[in-house]
């Protein structure tokens, strides 16, 4: 890993295709599809010069913003530019409208779910979810229990990745309800692509994006605590200018025009959170944190967190400020609990899931593990806690040793491992050192949850992984972004 | 707005404004000290100018003999100082990183561009002319600092509280040179006269910029008593002490109205303010101009506590 982690890093989630990819524009018979149409024929258009051009264009305006917006120096700058891909991804109106509710329901139902375990336990009393997966789990908080947190709403902000195999298939592979992150390359890749291809933009109709942060602002705000003034004070709680996502954290606040506190700015008095102002203590009503639940408050959690803002939790329980998101989150968005999210969504909603789960086997269930033991070669396997891409086995892409090495693991651990197929994840045409060619890409949406209502900007980060054949698109190993269109029509 | 965000306003402007007075200092002792000795005379004048950045006790500490190599070193690229030049622009810069929301882009800019040019003149400049160079650098710097800050800045408590650091900076820096250099400035002194004065008392107004100011100002020759008339009273010439305190006070005062109440800052300005206004330069000689100086700095050492107290902390 580098420090070029501020996009957030997905695991290396599917390995090698084992059968040939769909491409997101000439679909598997090479026919042109009719969301590409337009695009397609402007690459036809457009000599390869140009378009070398534009993308030098493109990396000078990052190069600009990393150093002129955020906060780093020439070297600085260099090392965290993502690279960025000027060919943008295309969504019909039809599949961001499956996408769109699939996400929708997929985070009602992780809300619901949180809220279960930490009150009535009705899903584990019905044995759905099996209770050692939340109470052995690192990231289950006890301190929640009975605990209500306004609205009955724990993620507000969640960034949902999904992958897509086919015209009509698209599974989620990750949902990230902590402190997910990445948002502000989808704000930067639509400006940038604005100010180069104003022309592309003529020949579509793309539905916009940058109304995120008005929208990230109205949730905030919508979910104050009943005992905040009628408009309440939002901050951004960041763990400061070393955090390797700073830049993004600076980035937002500036576009939400709240304040960016570090722990040293607020104070608990009475249990009520207050930040140190220039006119004296201020009250804070809602906390949007980018601060993990261990760092929070050193007296509740790690009393070495120098982060952290004493006494956070008491004011917190005591409902006097709502912190987004919720803490004990983590819950619901570990691997082991992604197995079990179509149970899940059945469970609370009594619906089938719109988004599948990509196939998983969960090696804790015997007759799981003695077919994972079987196919080891042809799967991948994940450890349950591990993120980031490690502790991680490719079948199709190790040697006999590591796969006799994992063989052992599983039998020793079967409860912290599961398995996944390979698959073949779609493909997007982006300029590589070849000219246009087809990379792997993925998709990361972020779901805003309010007292009112959902809000989803269309679209999200789209990642590409820029080598051939690679199917990794963290960008600590050769991976970039694209822009997002969705169309309107 | 958060106490730190403007403490850190507040300690940025501070740190530009001093890294730009430190190069004007020597800049100003360069030239000295490439005169014949019978135009400079003998004093060592990089021992004066260590006495004029106020760090003299850090230097000797760290150097026996005061010289151009010391002295340079220590004033604009020491690490071992923490207020040499190059100290000056990674504080300001580390300072405005961690506000970067409350800065325009423009000042970002500046100040982030400037620490990147300043970065790369390393441990020191090898030749005269590289040094020359980068005190020009780091004035230009300074001014594109305070130039993008009138400019772009909303005119609101965060803009008010850069100020305040420049000026309450300036106004030390201006009576810092006049507390070494009080004896050259004596009317006692014109009787000496010579060229070896009127080159001190160019070297003064060089280090405060002041130099071609003085001349329209009074459409004189160099008079002593003129120069330090214009660096206290003169209220015209924007390094002077009474224009420093002017500015103190109407952005103490901007501060206290938008938020609704006076304090202790804004008290204290306006008495030194009063005492400057009050003061003619015949009376302040007759006190004694070492005495007023001291009592200056201490009474600005302490407005700045009071601005700590009643808005940073």
Wanted: with cysteine; hydrophobic share 40%; glycine share 6%.
């Amino acid at each position: 890993m580098t420090m070029t982690a501020t996009v957030p890093t997905a695991p290396v989630a599917l390995a090698a295709a084992a059968t040939a990819a769909f491409d997101e524009m000439r679909g598997l018979d090479g026919e042109i599809r009719p969301a590409y149409a337009e695009l397609s024929a402007w690459l036809k258009e457009i000599p390869p010069d140009v378009l070398e051009q534009r993308r030098s264009e493109a990396e000078l305006l990052f190069r600009r913003i990393g150093i002129t917006f955020a906060v780093y120096g020439e070297a600085e700058a260099q090392e965290r530019l993502i690279p960025f891909d000027v060919i943008p991804r295309i969504l019909s109106a039809a599949e961001w409208d499956l996408i769109r509710r699939g996400l929708e329901q997929r985070v009602k139902a992780i809300n619901l779910y949180i809220k279960d375990v930490y009150s009535r336990r009705e899903i584990l009393r019905a044995g759905v979810v099996p209770e050692d997966l939340v109470f052995q789990n690192p990231v289950f908080r006890p301190e929640m229990n009975g605990q209500r947190v306004p609205h009955d709403i724990y993620v507000f902000i969640a960034g949902i990745d999904i992958v897509r195999v086919d015209a009509d298939t698209f599974y989620v592979l990750e949902d990230n309800a902590r402190t997910p992150s990445g948002v502000s390359y989808m704000l930067e890749n639509r400006e940038i692509m604005l100010r180069l291809f104003p022309e592309l933009f003529a020949r579509h109709r793309v539905a916009p994006v940058e109304n995120y942060a008005d929208e990230l602002l109205a949730t905030l705000k919508s979910v104050a605590p009943t005992s905040a003034e009628a408009d309440p004070t939002a901050v951004l709680l960041t763990p400061g200018v070393y955090n390797s996502a700073y830049y993004e954290h600076s980035f937002l606040a500036d576009k939400l025009g709240i304040e960016l506190v570090e722990g040293r700015d607020l104070l608990v008095r009475g249990e009520v959170v207050y930040m140190r102002t220039t006119q004296g203590p201020k009250r804070v009503d809602v906390i949007y944190r980018r601060v993990d639940d261990d760092f929070l408050d050193p007296l509740a959690f790690r009393p070495d967190s120098g982060l952290g803002v004493p006494g956070l939790m008491s004011a917190y329980m005591a409902g006097n400020v709502t912190l987004a998101n919720a803490v004990g989150t983590g819950i619901a968005d570990d691997k082991a609990v992604y197995s079990y999210m179509p149970e899940i969504v059945k469970f609370y909603l009594a619906e089938d899931p719109i988004l599948k789960n990509v196939p998983t086997w969960r090696c804790r269930e015997s007759d799981h593990l003695a077919y994972v033991l079987d196919h080891l070669e042809e799967l991948v396997v994940k450890e349950v806690h591990g993120s980031g891409g490690y502790g991680m086995l490719i079948g199709p892409k190790a040697d006999k040793a590591t796969v006799a090495a994992f063989r052992d693991k599983l039998k020793n651990d079967p409860k912290g491992f599961i398995a996944q197929p390979t698959l073949a994840l779609s493909t997007c045409p982006t300029c590589v050192e070849e000219g246009v060619a087809p990379r792997h890409v993925d998709l990361r949406p972020f779901v805003l949850t309010g007292r009112d209502r959902i809000r989803i900007v269309p679209g999200g980060l789209t990642r590409v992984a820029l080598k051939q054949g690679s199917l990794v698109v963290n960008s600590s190993q050769g991976g970039g972004t694209k822009d997002t269109w969705v169309l309107d029509r | 707005m958060l106490s730190r965000t403007a403490d850190n306003l507040f300690w940025l402007s501070r740190y530009v404004e001093r890294a730009e007075y430190l190069s004007r200092i020597l800049e100003a002792t360069l030239r000295l000290t490439s005169l014949p000795h019978t135009y400079s005379g003998t004093t060592n004048e990089w021992e004066s100018a260590v006495s004029t950045a106020g760090c003299a006790g850090g230097f000797f500490a760290t150097y026996k003999e005061a010289n151009e190599e010391t002295v340079t070193e220590f004033l604009a690229f020491s690490s071992a100082n923490p207020s040499s030049i190059r100290n000056c622009f990674d504080v300001a810069r580390a300072n405005a990183r961690a506000v970067r929301t409350a800065l325009t882009m423009e000042m970002w800019d500046a100040i982030n561009g400037a620490w990147l040019e300043i970065s790369r003149f390393g441990a020191g400049a090898t030749t005269r002319d590289g040094l020359a160079r980068f005190l020009r650098l780091v004035q230009e710097s300074s001014l594109r600092v305070d130039g993008s800050a009138y400019r772009t800045m909303l005119r609101n408590d965060a803009y008010w509280f850069t100020r305040l650091g420049v000026f309450s900076e300036r106004a030390d820096n201006t009576a810092r040179i006049l507390d070494v250099k009080y004896h050259m400035l004596l009317p006692a002194h014109q009787h000496v006269g010579g060229p070896l004065d009127y080159f001190q008392w160019a070297a003064i107004l060089r280090s405060v910029s002041a130099l071609t100011s003085y001349h329209w100002v009074y459409r004189e020759s160099l008079k002593p008593w003129l120069i330090a008339d214009l660096l206290i009273l003169n209220d015209q010439m924007p390094r002077s002490l009474a224009s420093c305190y002017e500015n103190l006070v109407q952005y103490l005062d901007r501060i206290a109205r938008a938020y609704g109440r006076q304090g202790p800052a804004q008290r204290q300005a306006r008495a030194i303010r009063t005492r400057i206004e009050n003061s003619r330069m015949d009376e302040i000689f007759q006190h004694g101009l070492h005495e007023f100086i001291g009592e200056f700095v201490a009474d600005n050492n302490r407005l700045g506590s009071a601005i700590t107290q009643q808005y940073l902390q």
